[in-house]
């Protein structure tokens, strides 16, 4: 069973860096047909894709936060991470990690992070 667990602080100061890991289980990020993304929900809105790396470890980001936006993998944890730079207010959401297919067809619980001081 593909389960994915997010893990992070959940209180960032603005201009800080926002670190977050995914930890996925019952699949390998490195062989398959699927990618790895990093998804957000600030409140009141609706899901903005952040970025995905495939299973060669290839990267693409969302155009508006490629800026600032940085994902990495550790294959022998079976791991990928998000690192956001330079946060705002703006960037408190709900922070989802899931697999990619033809959509996202597995999601982690979600990670609520706030930016604030």
């Known amino acids: 069973q593909v389960q994915l667990q997010e893990s992070g602080p959940g209180l960032v100061k603005p201009s800080q860096t926002l670190s977050l890991t995914c930890t996925v289980s019952?699949?390998?990020?490195?062989?398959?047909?699927?990618?790895w993304s990093w998804i957000r929900q600030p409140p009141g809105k609706g899901l903005e894709w952040m970025g995905s790396i495939t299973r060669d470890g290839g990267i693409s980001y969302s155009p508006s936060l490629q800026s600032h936006t940085s994902i990495s993998r550790d294959t022998s944890k079976n791991q990928f991470s998000l690192q956001l730079n330079s946060v705002t207010p703006e960037d408190t959401a709900v922070y989802y990690c899931a697999r990619k297919g033809g959509g996202h067809d597995y999601w982690g619980q979600g990670t609520q992070v706030t930016v604030s001081l």
């Open positions: 019952g699949v390998s990020i490195s062989t398959g047909s699927h990618g």
